[in-house]
Nanobody, 121 residues
Framework: QVRLVESGGGLVRPGGSLRLSCAVS????????MEWYRQAPGKQRELVAI???????NYADSVKGRFTISGDNAKKTMYLQMNSVKPEDTAVYFCYAALKAIGSTTMIGYWGQGTQVTVSS
């Protein structure tokens, strides 16, 4: 069974840094794309960063130049390095992966359970 588990959330002061991790486990054949989303209270879930299997990345305008998405294939882990954080970055952060499990012919999307990030002094 495929699972995505986020970690690394917490309380950070404005201007500080935090690194989120998303560990993927299970019998995985290939990962097509991995993404980070966030959802603030009362708001819709929004795409923060995307990384394709080819290594291409893209970011929401609100985090460009501050956040960096990366991955470690050997560890099957994706990261989101958050620098110069702002109070408006406060949200639950979710990782998402579109992947094909071993023995499956279908690309399916999986979500993690989310990790809370709070930016406050």
């Amino acid at each position: 069974q495929v699972r995505l588990v986020e970690s690394g959330g917490g309380l950070v002061r404005p201007g500080g840094s935090l690194r989120l991790s998303c560990a993927v486990s299970g019998s995985i054949f290939t990962i097509n794309v991995m993404e980070w989303y966030r959802q603030a209270p009362g708001k819709q879930r929004e795409l923060v960063a995307i990384m394709t299997s080819g290594g291409s990345t893209n970011y929401a305008d609100s985090v460009k130049g501050r956040f960096t998405i990366s991955g470690d294939n050997a560890k099957k882990t994706m990261y989101l390095q958050m620098n110069s954080v702002k109070p408006e970055d406060t949200a639950v952060y979710f990782c998402y992966a579109a992947l094909k499990a071993i023995g499956s012919t279908t690309m399916i999307g999986y979500w993690g359970q989310g990790t809370q990030v709070t930016v406050s002094s």
